[in-house]
């Protein structure tokens, strides 16, 4: 049904929920000054978005002669009516018309499709090449394939726009960083999933990481989830990590230049070896040249912290940094200067656990003594950085005796992941 008024031409209107758009058509004034939608003979002043039987919903739409490209610019104006034909005002200060339910917006994006059908006589600019309705699907598969520093502007203008509060971003935080959680619970443990595939083998498979070894995969596994290393290592935050970087020079033979894990880059460099959360760190066995009160450490263990001292002391700032998309690290911004190190190595739930055991009693104050004496190199056990990663997303506080919980109940009971 059309609605009009006699002495007025153009205050016919068009109901979009009970009429059919695909009659209108827009034509062209004959003195080309100016064009017109028509249904038929009648000139449509506007549409009817929603007819309520207190008030309806109306978009007018008029056409002025852009003087670059002779085609039509279509200007909206949207109002509200009660029954009588009068306008309704706000009660605020605000004069937006808010489209409140769906059909009011399926009814408005209805008329902006008829003006685009028109495109060669009415001017839409490039609205339709600019502005497109893309699923969330298309969505995250073009928002992967955007740079760290292109994802954190997108993300931080979404946030900014659609105001949302501390409590709520760590809200929407919260399930991928306990997904996190819940892989590093099921490396430490060495969990297999339902189909008896190991957690390693399936994050492996997942990431299709062609290296063999656990060692690659907790290299991927922190290169991926960086905020567990930049939040947790020492006081100083760490915003990004770098893979496998050469801290030294080579030989005469071009070999031998050392190759540290990761890099972080901050203000100054830190750098980061990896070893397994099954690397040991004591020898087996209490032998006859270890002291009273003393254990002997592992050669992997010497080995190990030998290694971090070795690349501490190669690095320089004359040395190439070279980030992921191969642009060299300004060393003048991110300085390198006695840089720490940080080794991440062993269990010691596993190895040395507070079981007020002598043994274990022994092993706690050796392993303690040499990182307090450690001025240069921070070591820390994958299970205290566990502990520190779970209290970053988790309120509540670990269970003293957590490692021994049997791993379903933990996941049920502490992560509340099914």
Partial sequence: MSFSNSSNPFSTLFDIESQDIDKLVIKEAYNKDNCFVYKGSDIIGGFILINKPNVKTILKVSFYKSKSDNKYLPRLE?????????????????????????????????????????????????????????????????FKTKKQAEKLQELSSLTENIKLSKNE?????????????????????????NQGIKAFDSYRNKHSIGENGEEAIWHHFFKNNDWIIGLNVDIKFIKDLLSKQRVGNPNSKGLGSPEVDLLGISYFTTLIELKTSKTQIFSPA?????????????????????????QRSEISETKNIVDEDGTIIDTKKHR???????????NRNVEFPHTRK????????????????????????????????????????????????????FKKDILKVG
Avoid: M
Wanted: hydrophobic share 35%; proline share 3%.
């Fill in 286 to 310: 209490k032998t006859t040249k270890s002291r009273a009160n003393t254990w002997d450490f592992s050669n992997n263990f010497i080995e190990a912290y030998s290694q971090t001292l070795s």
């Fill in 169 to 193: 971003i760590k809200e929407l935080l919260f399930p991928q960083r306990r997904n996190t959680i819940h892989w590093f619970y099921a490396f430490l443990k060495d969990l297999h999933n």
């Fill in 336 to 346: 390198i200067l006695d840089p720490k190190a940080i080794l991440i190595i062993g």
């Fill in 358 to 409: 002598t043994e274990n009693d022994i092993k706690t104050d050796c392993f303690e003594r040499i990182r307090r004496d450690s001025r240069n190199i921070e070591i820390i056990t994958f299970d205290e950085l566990f502990e520190r990663a779970f209290h970053i997303v988790y309120p509540k506080k670990l269970p003293e005796s957590w490692y021994n919980i049997p791993p379903d109940d």
């Fill in 78 to 142: 949207f109002r509200k009516e009660d029954k009588k034909g009068n306008i309704t005002k706000s009660r605020g200060h605000d004069v937006i018309i808010k489209f409140g339910d769906g059909d009011e917006a399926r009814a408005f994006w209805k008329v902006i499709h008829f003006l685009h059908d028109f495109k060669d006589l009415v001017d839409l600019g490039d609205f339709h090449a600019r502005y497109q309705a893309i699923s969330f699907g298309s969505y995250l598969v073009d």
